[in-house]
């Protein structure tokens, strides 16, 4: 038996699988696993002066384990891998993920520190709980576009097709909404074959109209009994919910969740797909107002690239650049008036440059705009925040801050490409990644796990609980080191006082960020 319960293995013999039977009884997403205390025997040279030899250790090893279809029907039978006869596979070294394989969320590590927590190894296993031709599967595309998406679809339909046999694929059109008020379409490899050349999304998408019991109805009605969902955060929760209501009707249907947003906003995972994508088409916007700003004096540039609460995009997009001399996100607040503020800034590099680039992620500086502007709190058809023009906004402060305070002429150039960073194909290494989900997730449809999204975790694909990537948003740490190497690249104002940056807690630095923001808009 390996590490847990739902596997099948041969790995009997492992010290993680001798673990099993007692991991089999703890709660189903979390396992701890928690050896006895051991000796560290090593033989003491110079380098290791500084371990304690023959210390004891306590070495806590956590997994955060994914739901199996057996855990709420035990007597599901299950059938030898197809893969086992796949040309494909025929001399890999070792064509099955040995239950045993976990992969760790933290690789930084500590002498002394814990083994934390880790997640199960993505791939085929050895062990099936469908047959080729009891599987009828469906794939559904919610939220915003993203580049990516339609590779996703043709290699879910390809990889079920080509390494299982599967022939009954259903696209759900036009998003969750789409189980209960649209046809299904039929998805075969040839169908699918081209669609990665193209942008969006082949199968529509939309926000809001989740409505678990209407779509799990549908399931049933249909006689689906695998569940592909691509999307981001409000997607996942609706995966999470669908795969509840699954489980409590006890039926069997595998519900798998494949990240995607442009924001990268996801938790837990590296990076979501079509992030590259997008940062590489962004680098066309900044070009272009560096073409822009060169050629005129005091040639004042911003761009507003897509983030609605995490500014990733804009981030990646700056420190990829070198042109950018001041990247604001929804992270780090900003001001604009007095020393150490944006407009004193501005003025500096004009002086120095004769130009000056700002990217802008949407959602930076909104409660500065809101304030400005008296608007009201709308929001999407999901419940996500509508986002208010801080571009536009930005760029009238800035001209009349020159033009009204400094009487000093400048060139504003605002380019605004929105839609046109996401509206695009994947490029070659997204694709490869985009490749790689859609097959990890098939894998472990067919290997009977559910309630899992699938991603990679340090570089390695994981299934992770589905819970546990919607908990909490991915956003840009200020404390981390990556934005401190932007400030460090663009030599930018942090906007933080500088007795504030001595403060040793990052919560207590967000605070005063948040303190800083408030106290220069009153
Ligand atoms: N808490 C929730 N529970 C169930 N369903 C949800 C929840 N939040 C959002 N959804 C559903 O998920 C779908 C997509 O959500 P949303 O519009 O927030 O996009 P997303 O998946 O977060 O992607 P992105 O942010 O990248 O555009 C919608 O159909 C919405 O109804
Ligand atoms: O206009 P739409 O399609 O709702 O999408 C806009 C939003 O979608 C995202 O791309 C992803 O959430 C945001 O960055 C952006 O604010
Ligand atoms: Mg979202």
């Known amino acids: 038996m390996g590490l847990l319960g739902s596997d099948y293995s041969s790995h009997s013999n492992s010290k993680l699988g001798e673990q099993a039977s007692l991991l089999h009884h703890l709660p189903l997403s979390v396992a701890l696993f928690n050896p006895p205390k051991y000796k560290r025997e090593r033989a003491q040279t110079s380098s290791d002066s500084n371990v304690n030899v023959n210390e004891h250790q306590t070495c806590d090893f956590i997994i955060e384990d994914v739901p199996h279809l057996t855990n709420f029907l035990p007597d599901l039978p299950a059938y030898p891998n197809p893969l086992e006869k796949s040309q494909a596979y025929a001399i890999v070294k070792r064509t099955f993920v040995s239950p045993d394989d976990v992969v760790a969320q933290k690789i930084v590590v500590q002498k002394e520190s814990p083994r934390g927590v880790h997640f199960r190894r993505a791939g085929p296993r050895e062990k099936v709980y469908f047959t080729p031709e009891e599987v009828r599967a469906c794939i559904v595309t919610c939220g915003g576009l993203c580049p990516g998406i339609n590779t996703v679809i043709r290699e879910i339909v390809c990889g079920l097709n080509y390494m299982y046999g599967v022939d009954d694929i259903l696209g759900i059109q036009g998003g969750y909404r789409g189980f209960y008020s649209k046809n299904t379409i039929n998805l075969t490899p040839k169908i699918v074959n081209d669609i990665h050349k193209r942008g969006g999304t082949?199968?529509?998408?939309?926000?809001?109209?989740?409505?678990?019991?209407?779509?799990?109805?549908?399931?049933?009605?249909?006689?689906?009994?695998?569940?592909?969902?691509?999307?981001?955060?409000?997607?996942?929760?609706?995966?999470?919910?669908?795969?509840?209501?699954?489980?409590?009707?006890?039926?069997?249907?595998?519900?798998?969740?494949?990240?995607k947003t442009i924001d990268n906003d996801i938790a837990v995972i590296d990076k979501s797909f079509g992030f590259d994508t997008a940062v590489e088409e962004a680098q066309r916007a900044i070009n272009a107002a560096h073409v822009e700003v060169e050629s005129v004096e005091n040639g004042v540039g911003i761009v507003k690239l897509m983030g609605r609460y995490s500014g990733f995009i804009a981030m990646h997009a700056t420190l990829a650049s070198r042109d950018v001399d001041c990247c604001l996100i929804p992270e780090s607040p900003f001001y604009l008036e007095g020393q150490g503020g944006l407009f004193e800034f501005v003025e500096q590099r004009l002086k120095e440059n004769g130009h000056i680039i700002i990217v802008l992620a949407e959602g930076a500086g909104q409660d500065y705009v809101a304030q400005s502007m008296h608007a009201v709190d709308d929001k999407d058809a999901s419940g996500n925040r509508l986002l208010l023009d801080s571009g536009l906004w930005l760029t009238q402060k800035i001209k009349d801050h020159f033009t009204n305070v400094q009487k000093m002429a400048i060139n504003m150039k605002y380019i605004d490409p929105t839609y046109m960073i996401r509206a695009i194909p994947s490029n070659a290494s997204d694709n490869i990644y985009c490749t790689l989900l859609a097959q990890s997730a098939v894998h472990g449809a067919m290997a009977g796990y559910t309630g899992f999204t699938v991603g990679p975790v340090n570089s390695r694909h994981a299934y992770i609980p589905i819970s546990r990537v919607t908990e909490s948003q991915n956003i840009v740490k200020l404390t981390d080191r990556m934005w401190a190497r932007l400030l460090a690249s663009t030599n930018q104002p942090s906007f933080v006082q500088n007795c504030d940056l001595a403060l040793p807690s990052s919560d207590v630095v967000y605070s005063l960020l948040v303190k800083v923001d408030r106290a220069d808009q009153v």
């Open 202 to 259: 082949f199968l529509q998408t939309s926000r809001g109209g989740h409505d678990t019991n209407k779509i799990v109805d549908n399931i049933q009605d249909r006689g689906i009994n695998q569940v592909y969902i691509i999307g981001g955060d409000g997607t996942q929760k609706g995966a999470a919910a669908i795969y509840k209501e699954v489980e409590k009707r006890g039926l069997r249907v595998a519900v798998a969740g494949i990240p």
